[in-house]
């Protein structure tokens, strides 16, 4: 079965730089990968989907990079800032795109320092 | 727009009691709905998902179970609380037809005793 791999550690970082937390799956190559953010006692939130055949995408100060054959997708926050603090998850196709279930990874706990 | 409503936000229950958690989705329709549970330092769990009134998947054998009455409206139930149903359970919903993010409610706190 799929699983997904997210660093259990908190990634610490100043405010001002970039933030790059990893992703890693070791099954079958998902047809899209999506990442989430969390905050504490809140339900996750949806930020960007990208699909198996897209390399990179970006939204504002986001950016989401999906190299199928390192299985691997990087998620960057550029001029990280302390309201960027939560825990980012990663969630890919449960069933190689047949539905639309999700598989979670257990998230990254993100702290931007002022 | 699209909002989901869940209730209650936190429930304190004693073990061998039962349990209905509530979860509606307004502003859509034929909409994929998700169970979900998040016990601590864990991974989202899911636990079942309808894609139609009374069509209900269940992913993990357990303790619970799912009913979807009407089109925006999904219930979660046990007959009888364990411990291990502690944990924070939440719902989400997508569109149908190749929007595959999912938007989730803003969970319920099951704390079992």
């Known amino acids: 079965s799929q699983k997904i791999e997210q660093n259990s550690e908190a990634l610490n970082i100043q405010e001002g730089k970039t933030a790059t937390l990893t992703c890693n799956y070791t099954?079958?190559?998902?047809?899209?990968l999506q990442w989430y953010r969390q905050d504490p006692g809140r339900g996750p939130v949806f930020l960007l989907l990208?699909?198996?055949?897209?390399k990179e995408k970006r939204k504002e100060r986001l950016k989401v990079t999906f190299d199928t054959t390192l299985k691997q997708s990087l998620f960057h926050i550029t001029a990280s800032q302390p309201a960027d603090s939560a825990t980012y998850l990663c969630?890919?196709?449960?069933?190689?795109?047949?539905?639309?279930?999700?598989?979670f990874g257990t998230g990254t706990l993100l702290a931007v320092q002022p | 727009s699209q909002t989901i409503h869940q209730w209650p936000a936190t429930l304190v229950q004693p073990v061998g009691s039962p349990l209905s958690l509530e979860c509606t989705v307004e502003g859509t329709s034929n909409p994929n709905l998700y169970w979900y549970r998040q016990a601590a330092g864990r991974g989202l769990q899911l636990l079942f998902y309808?894609?139609?009134?009374?069509?209900i998947s269940s992913e993990v054998p357990q303790n619970l179970s799912a009913s979807r009455p009407q089109d925006r409206q999904f219930i979660l139930s046990s007959k009888k609380l364990l411990l291990s149903d502690s944990g924070f359970y939440l719902c989400a919903w997508n569109q149908r037809g190749g929007r595959y993010e999912q938007y989730f409610g803003p969970g319920t706190r099951l704390t079992v005793t």
């Open positions: 969630a890919l196709d449960g069933e190689g795109g047949a539905t639309n279930k999700l598989i």
């Open positions: 990208i699909r198996e055949n897209e």
């Open positions: 309808s894609v139609g009134i009374g069509q």
């Open positions: 099954n079958y190559s998902p047809a899209y």
